[in-house]
Every structure is written in C-alpha cells, then in structure tokens.
C-alpha cells in the first residue's frame, strides 16, 4: 500500500504507539503521563499558549520542503563533468530530492549501455535522492543511425531495467506496466511523473499501450488526491507539450491527448498545480495552461520548464503547501569556462 513519505511507520509499527508492543509501549506511556502531568500545572492560558505553538511549528515543518529540478544535459564529455559540479553545488543545499526530467545524453550519442551505466553513476553520486524521468533522447531516438539504430520500446526496457526498478530512497510508486511513470505524496503535495517524450511517437501498439499508461495514471492519481491530504500537485514530464498551439484549438499538436487531460484537470481540481518539463532547453516561469473550449487561462496552474544544453543551470523549488501560492522558484546558472 502506497504510504505518504511523511510518515515514517509501518502499520505495525502505528499499533505500537502509544500502547504495547513490549518496552516501546512503555516507554510511550511514561512519556505520554510525564507530559500530562506537566500540562495538568500550567495555568489554562498557559497551557493554550504552548499548545498553539506546537501545533504552529508542526505545521510548518510538515507543509515546506525544497527539491531540484534539471535536466537536458549532460549531452557532451564537458557537460558530464559540469553535471558533476551541479550535482555538487545542490549537495550544500537541504534539497528533499533531485528531479532530472529526462534527456541524459544528446540525440546522437550512442544509446549502449556503456552510456547508461556511465549516466547511472553520474546520478549515484547525488547526496540527495534522484527521481528520474526519460526523455526522448534516452530511448525514442535511438532509431537514427549516429545513436546505434536500436528500437527504441527495447532501449525503453533497457533503461527501465537499469533506472527505474530498484528500490528508491523515499516511498515511491511506480506504475506496474510503466515503471518509470511515478507518484508520492510529501508535505501535502502530491508529486506524478510520466513518460512524456518529446519526440514523435511511432504509429504502432507499443506507443499506444504507453499513452494509455500515461492517462491511466493521471487519473489514478486524480481520484487519489484526498483534499484532506492533498494541498498541492506537481505533475513532471520530458516533453514541451505545445500549450500556445493547443489553446488555439490546433487539433494536430503532438501531445494534445495530454494536455487535454491536462485541461479537465485545471477545471475539475481548482488546487494549486505545478507542471514540470523540460525539452526546449528555456528556463521559464509561467501559466500557459487554457482550456481551448473557454478561453479560461487556469491562474491556478503554473509551469516550470528547466534549463537544458548548452545553458545549464537547474532551479531550486521551495514549497510551502499551506500558502495560497505554494512554490518559489530560485533558478542557478552554471557557468562555464
């Protein structure tokens, strides 16, 4: 059973407190009564006072956290040390995790698995969790020649192999059919990542079978999203998926099936929504999302797209789930030499 990272007991160990379970339920006893007795002297005022104050700073600490976001890159030998260093430079800062969303090699570096095991300890070495999202350059275009003219649903299993079974660092969903798709829930946010290429996806059953993937787990995680639990949602994907086309109507944009989904979103769920992605490579703030049937620009949803090759950088995320605007974005540029 999914269980939110914020609380860190097993079922069993949720029995155990604060009743038996042999010398913990004790020691919670005598600390539940040692606790009462304090509370039973303090004047009333008193008593109201501090337990405002526990309550306040349990709130806060429960509501913010920060996390990174990048990716597209590193796409050259130069860029796989500047990764290192970026790496690096996130290890000083209290980051929840590191969300790369995709695109760890160019589109004309070889899709072999020297490659990706060459990326696999680029991500191990990050003091923080990475949670990993594939972009199009990692498997769907593997079919040109200067990347080794593999198929690309059997470099997408190659990559699910190596990236996206082993256990995580943090609870961690995957999806069973599409490992790399993801959910969690941490401070009152609920977190989606699914498989959202750039690139054109061939006309065949396999393409299918990963867009009906993508929109089953966007709803499974809709019908999730427990108001009493969920303030928030960040949904992380690899693709610019043509928001200015597709609030014009155009019928013909790549992802539309996406972002039509997208859409009933923003007007069935009126929380704050936080959409990820990468691909253009254009650090940029905004709220893109319309409903092309309206006109209605949904102000509750924002969009943040990463930096990519050549301009590196990533940009970190503050959230305080709480707050009516719940994220604040601090971008870092990475210079070069």
Request: some cysteine; charged content about 25%.
């Amino acid at each position: 059973m999914f269980r939110p990272a914020f609380f860190p007991y097993t079922e069993e160990d949720r029995h155990c407190l604060p009743g038996g379970c042999g010398k913990t339920g004790h020691v919670a006893r005598r600390i539940r009564t040692a606790v009462q007795r304090v509370f039973r002297r303090l004047k009333p005022l008193k008593r109201s006072l501090l337990l405002l104050a526990a309550v306040t700073l349990g709130a806060q600490a429960d509501d913010r956290l920060s996390f990174a976001v990048w990716g597209d890159m590193p796409y050259s030998r130069v860029e796989r040390e500047l990764a290192a260093d970026l790496l690096a430079e996130q290890a000083g800062q209290p980051l929840a995790f590191s969300l790369h969303i995709g695109d760890l090699k160019s589109g004309n570096q070889p899709c072999d698995d020297a490659l990706y095991a060459d990326r696999h300890a680029l991500l191990a070495g990050s003091r923080h969790p990475v949670v990993l999202l594939p972009g199009d350059n990692d498997w769907l275009d593997c079919t040109r020649a200067s990347a080794g003219g593999h198929d690309p649903f059997e470099r997408l299993e190659a990559l699910r192999k190596r990236f996206f079974t082993a256990p995580a660092a943090f609870p961690l969903h995957r999806q069973a059919a599409a490992p790399e798709n993801t959910r969690w829930l941490s401070h009152g946010v609920l977190f989606i990542g699914v498989n959202l290429p750039g690139s054109p996806l061939p006309d065949n059953a396999a393409a299918r079978e990963l867009r009906r993937n993508v929109l089953h787990w966007l709803d499974e995680a809709a019908a999730l999203a427990d108001p009493q639990t969920v303030r928030a949602t960040v949904i992380a994907f690899h693709a610019h998926p043509g928001f200015v086309a597709h609030a014009r109507g155009g019928a013909s944009v790549r992802h539309a099936w996406f972002l039509d989904r997208l859409v009933a979103w923003a007007k069935h769920d009126r929380r704050p929504l936080l959409l990820i992605h990468g691909d253009t490579h254009t650090h940029r703030v905004d709220k893109p999302l319309v409903d092309p049937a309206t006109g209605e620009r949904f102000e509750h949803v924002t969009r943040l797209e990463s930096h990519g090759s050549p301009w590196l950088g990533w940009t970190r995320v503050d959230v305080d789930s709480a707050a009516p605007a719940p994220f604040r974005f601090q971008p870092y540029r990475l210079p070069r030499d």
